[in-house]
């Protein structure tokens, strides 16, 4: 078993349990994101440790939130940078279609490399403002929600925050939303997912 395979799995074995070949996707990534990190800045944090925890072990854990909620259909995974958490959400549930939506274009051409490993997921290098298409699901992971919030009810009813404490109190005072309990990941009572509908 590799070391990423064993961290994975401790990381994520209190509310995940995955096959050998989502296991083999998440690693083919891992290598890939690494290797591309010599180039371009995808990620600032170097441990692998802490790569699993802070990017695969959280992305994973909204998906799981994600198949709870029963997701179905197309989500949109906005400011996906290297992947996260559109990328181990498709490898999670190949049911949803996802879009990997990222304006930085060198972030972009990783990317595109990455989800030839996924059936299910594509990619687009724009804008939110640039998106058109509708979908039943957005996710949002270390993006400024304030700057995207009044675009998200324009293409979809649905949207999952992973986000720190003080964003979460702020989300959950937004008017023209119903608020799910916020679900605080389970190594770090500091971070939620939330989920908000829009009414």
């Known amino acids: 078993m590799s070391e990423f395979v064993e961290a994975l799995r401790l990381h994520t074995r209190d509310f ?4 050998e070949q989502q296991e083999w996707k998440l690693e083919q990534h891992y290598k890939m ?4 990190n010599e180039k371009i800045n995808l990620t600032s944090v170097r441990t692998l440790d802490e790569i699993v925890i802070r990017h ?4 994973l854990f909204a998906a799981v ?9 197309r ?4 400011g996906s940078g290297a992947g996260f958490p559109g990328f181990p959400i498709g490898v999670y549930n190949s049911a949803l279609s996802g879009t990997l939506l ?4 060198r972030k972009a051409v990783f990317l595109r490399e990455a989800v030839r490993l996924c059936g299910n997921l594509r990619v687009m290098n724009d804008r939110l403002e640039a998106v058109e298409d509708w979908f039943d699901w957005a996710v949002l992971r270390a993006v400024q929600w304030r700057g995207v919030w009044r675009k998200l009810s324009r293409i979809t009813r649905r949207a999952g925050f992973l986000v720190g404490a003080s964003d979460k109190d702020a989300l959950l005072q ?6 799910t309990a916020p679900v ?3 190594w770090c009572s500091g971070k939620f997912w939330v989920v908000g509908h829009f009414l």
């Not at 995940?16 to 096959?19: N, Q, R, V």
């Not at 994101?33 to 591309?36: A, D, I, K, S, T």
């Not at 937004?174 to 608020?179: H, P």
Request: net charge negative; aromatic share 10%.
């Open 102 to 105: 990222e304006s930085h274009r």
């Open 65 to 73: 939130q994600l198949a709870l909620e029963d997701a179905s259909g």
């Open 33 to 36: 994101l690494v290797r591309w």
């Open 16 to 19: 995940c349990l995955l096959s």
């Open 75 to 78: 989500f949109l995974d906005i």
């Open 56 to 59: 695969y072990a959280e992305s």
């Open 184 to 186: 605080s990941l389970p």
């Open 174 to 179: 937004q008017v023209g939303v119903r608020w």
